[in-house]
């Protein structure tokens, strides 16, 4: 019953949360650059007048898999959010994101199609990441659940300073923020043709943009259990990471395709030694 | 069960020898349909009879064969590897035949081993096995029938040998069934020895240049192998008087570790792992049926089959866990390459051989868990396997292309196709199908053994997203066409793609059964406790997969405001042809074409590392394991 509750919760504040967090993103970053900025429920303005606009669509196919981007993408919350196994989770989320690449795929727009390419690429550049960090995540708490993880006693970002510090890193890759925003980026000066969502308009847009709040909510959930031991010290600390994801945005021009992925990969690696240490130290009973 | 193991030998064996000897074609055809639906109907015989079985020793006759008939058939099957050798001159080959007929008299100067009154063993690895073999094997078997008709029509100046292609195809099946339902070593080494020979034969079907030089290149790191099983039998006879598998399995036997070993040996090279992997690069010449059948579902498997057997052995040893190692990496270095790679046979290829590694890796740690989660890859990907396969070599009769660059949008022109090749690619890497539960069950028991292994399944499994995902985008691309909708697919070809799709399908909604009927009897007999999927995990799963069955409906409910577009091509767009025109009004065609980060991924580079790195692991696991 309180599992329901929980993914109830989730699905119905989610948006608003993540809505929220992306307003207090553009504040934050238009403060940032002198500028007065929108207020800070323009997120939710904009979604309204999304909905009032006409659907254009190149062919018939191409809503359906925004379906599936956001349905696999709540199913991924719920999953994290009524505690439940962390790497199915991460699996429901690696679905969604095939379904917005496929979306885009199916457009054959060769903007949509370069979007398309590059958003595999940033999955492929995550992925061993995620994992790490469940793997990481498991260690100290000896279960993959993330009810188990959560009730771990004692802060578990000192056993993964790597691992916490990797997760950060493709954090800016899941909030599509500069260095990393090669798939789709959320400012104009980027881009004048939005890559993966070039195909997308109104309220399939829309659906993108919910989609993508549901997303940075379990991410920073992810972020979350770092410091769960102690959720007075949990909820800035996610807070704070958040904001210096702005800064990041901000201070950052694009990279390219290849820096991301491998460096990505370099930064998964040292969560991987990390991940090896801990299992010797833990194993010697330290 | 006497019997009825007795005509699963050696239906398909009859249904090949009447291939040699019926001069009609229709009657020939006919007869491959016959054997293919009774060894599918066969398969599931023994399912009946076998869930919650306990395992029981047979005889079917074949402690007589082995006491009288078997080294005649073993010389004959020297002496025609020998005739091949000698035939195309190849002296690596003759050197190996002989060394194996050398290891044979070895043996027999080592005190005849007395035969096991009951050498067949049936139980639930040997079901799965069965079950593999006789209906992946047989709705191959029924695609390859119209597939060879096809192939024949597309390629006139060859000549038509199907008689003898079919004749392999059939005898493979029962060399597969012998071989998983054998427990005394030699006869299972016959049987070893004759699939390697049937591969031979299928892979040089063509009789071109290069079908040649690389069934040599399969037969040779096979026969190599082989000498690990011969020499195992060598060391179990000397030391136990008796080579039998289970009791190796079970730790029972004297020396049983050593002979594990040298029976993965020989698993390592069947399963094309590093440093054997190239042969079954090599291989992809062959007609498709045979991809499917040997190389991806059936005989490679073989490989695998003999170390999840010996896995209870390997539990929390050095040499299973660099077993478990070779496995591991192959995962993580075959993925990679298939991103490079737009041959899709290829890509199949190398993601077979990754899977196996996965399995490998399982087999070598073989934790209960583990265990657990390397029989249920075996089961996926097989099924969803040979459901690419086929569907892939139905593409290059109708496409006349084997590139996936030439699949782009393929779901317009032949929409059930893609379909099936569609539903084989999500079963082997989306949630919540078949493979990605074994994976990650997977992931869970590597991480209880050395993180090192999860670590190498984690940075591997992102690129077979990347690679999955291009291939399904370049599928679902909604392409503007003309092309007419495909409706020449053979009867028969469809009745297998269909056949495979639905077992993928299915087998994934009923693996918590699969779990608990076929696979928990048989990890019972060797380790305690049970592996628990847990009720929710189960539950979220079955709505994901719900979900997926639904989503395709939404097509038919969609919002009344949607009005159609052309794609943004920045120029002004040539209406329904997918061009544009650009300056002085020049027409151009859009080519799409996904990224294969060749600059980033070298094949021979990357292969280069992994033989390096296999060979270099297995010898230090054979020395470790003689000193």
């Known amino acids: ?286 | 069960m006497s019997s009825l193991v007795l005509i699963l030998i050696l239906l398909p064996l009859i249904g090949g020898l009447l291939q040699a000897a019926l001069p009609f074609p229709r009657i020939r055809s006919a007869i491959i349909l016959a054997t293919a639906a009774a060894t599918i109907g066969l398969a599931h015989l023994f399912l009946l009879r076998g869930i919650g079985a306990d395992p029981i020793q047979i005889d079917a006759g074949f402690a007589w064969f082995e006491r009288h008939a078997m080294l005649p058939v073993e010389i004959l099957v020297l002496l025609i590897l020998f005739t091949v050798a000698v035939k195309h001159r190849n002296v690596l080959t003759f050197l190996l035949v002989i060394g194996h007929a050398l290891l044979l008299l070895g043996l027999h100067r080592a005190g005849h081993p007395e035969p096991l009154a009951q050498p067949l063993r049936f139980d639930s690895l040997a079901l799965i096995m069965i079950m593999i073999v006789g209906v992946v094997g047989g709705g191959i078997t029924i695609h390859a029938t119209g597939y060879m008709r096809d192939h024949h029509r597309l390629h006139p100046a060859q000549p038509d040998r199907s008689p003898l292609f079919f004749f392999m195809i059939l005898l493979f099946l029962s060399a597969m069934f012998g071989l998983v339902l054998s427990d005394s070593l030699p006869l299972m080494f016959l049987f070893w020895e004759i699939t390697t020979l049937c591969s031979f034969f299928l892979i040089s079907y063509e009789r071109s240049k290069t079908a040649i030089k690389n069934a040599f290149l399969a037969l040779n790191l096979n026969l190599l192998g082989g000498f690990g099983i011969g020499f195992a039998i060598l060391h179990q006879t000397v030391h136990h008087g008796t080579p039998v598998l289970s009791t190796i399995a079970s730790g029972a036997a004297p020396g049983a570790l050593m002979a594990a070993v040298l029976i993965a040996v020989a698993g390592l090279a069947k399963s094309a792992q590093f440093p054997f992997s190239s042969w079954l690069l090599g291989a992809m010449v062959a007609p498709t049926p045979v991809s499917a059948l040997l190389h991806s579902s059936a005989m490679v498997k073989a490989g695998v089959y003999l170390i999840l057997r010996c896995g209870p052995v390997f539990e929390g040893t050095p040499a299973g866990f660099l077993i478990a190692l070779i496995g591991a990496g192959t995962f993580l270095i075959t993925s990679l390459i298939a991103v490079s790679q737009s041959n899709a046979k290829r890509v199949l290829a190398y993601s077979t051989i990754a899977n196996l590694g996965l399995i490998i890796a399982c087999a070598g740690i073989g934790t209960r868990q583990a265990m657990w989660a390397g029989m249920l890859l075996i089961i996926f990907h097989a099924v969803a396997k040979a459901l690419l396969f086929l569907s892939v070599g139905t593409a290059e009769h109708k496409l006349g292309s084997r590139d996936i660059e030439d699949m782009h949008g393929l779901i317009i022109c032949n929409p059930r196709l893609a379909l099936a090749m569609l539903i084989g690619a999500a079963g082997m890497f989306l949630a919540p199908f078949g493979m990605l539960i074994s994976k990650w069950a997977a992931i869970e028991a590597l991480i209880q053994a050395n993180p090192l292994l999860p670590i190498l399944v984690a940075f591997g499994s992102a690129p077979t997203l990347f690679f999955w995902t291009k291939w399904m985008g370049k599928i679902l691309a909604c392409r503007p066409t003309t092309c007419p909708i495909e409706r020449t697919v053979h009867l028969t070809e469809q009745a297998a793609l269909g056949l495979l799709c639905c077992l993928t399908v299915g087998i994934c909604a009923l693996f918590p059964l699969v779990g608990s009927h076929v696979i928990e009897p048989f990890l019972g007999l060797y380790y305690t406790g049970q592996v628990q999927i847990g009720l929710r995990n189960a539950i979220t799963m079955f709505i994901m997969l719900g979900v997926l069955a639904l989503l395709p409906l939404s097509v038919v409910y969609r919002s009344r405001r949607e009005r159609p577009v052309e794609p943004y091509l920045c120029a002004a767009n040539v209406t329904g042809a997918g061009q544009f025109i650009g300056s002085a009004g020049a027409v151009h065609t859009v080519h799409l074409r996904n990224y294969y980060l060749a600059d980033l991924i070298d094949e021979r580079l990357l292969n280069r590392v992994g033989h390096l790195l296999g060979a270099s692991i297995l010898l230090v696991i054979l020395a470790a394991a003689t000193w």
């Open chain 1, 1 to 286: 019953m309180q599992t329901l509750l929980y993914i109830l919760l989730f699905i119905l504040l989610a948006p608003f949360l993540g809505g929220l967090l992306c307003g207090i993103d553009r504040k934050v970053a238009a403060r940032m650059q002198r500028r007065v900025g929108p207020p800070l429920l323009q997120p939710f303005y904009d979604i309204i007048k999304l909905y009032g606009k006409e659907n254009l669509v190149v062919n018939l196919y191409q809503n359906l898999y925004l379906a599936g981007f956001l349905i696999f993408m709540i199913i991924a919350g719920s999953i994290f959010f009524a505690g439940g196994d962390i790497l199915l989770m991460i699996f429901a989320f690696a679905l969604s994101s095939i379904f917005l690449v496929l979306g885009a795929a199916s457009a054959t727009s060769p903007y949509s199609h370069i979007g398309a390419e590059r958003e595999l690429i940033q999955i492929m550049a995550c992925e061993p990441m995620l994992l790490i960090a469940a793997m990481g995540l498991y260690l100290p708490a000896g279960s993959f659940m993330v009810a188990d993880i959560a009730a771990f006693d004692r802060p578990m970002f000192l056993f993964l300073p790597a691992i916490l510090f990797g997760l950060l890193y493709i954090l800016t890759i899941k909030l599509r923020k500069s260095p990393f925003d090669l798939s789709m980026s959320h400012h104009a000066h980027q881009e004048i043709v939005k890559g993966v969502t070039t195909e997308f308009s109104g309220p399939a847009l829309a659906i993108i943009e919910i989609t993508h709040w549901y997303e940075t909510v379990l991410i920073l959930g992810f972020v979350y259990l770092f410091f769960a031991w102690n959720p007075w010290i949990a909820l800035p600390a996610t807070f704070l990471l958040f904001l210096a994801e702005t800064l990041v945005d901000n201070t950052n021009a694009r990279l390219k395709w290849r820096f991301t992925l491998t460096s990505s990969w370099i930064v998964a690696a040292a969560g991987a030694l990390n991940l090896i240490l801990l299992f010797y130290l833990l194993k010697a009973g330290i």
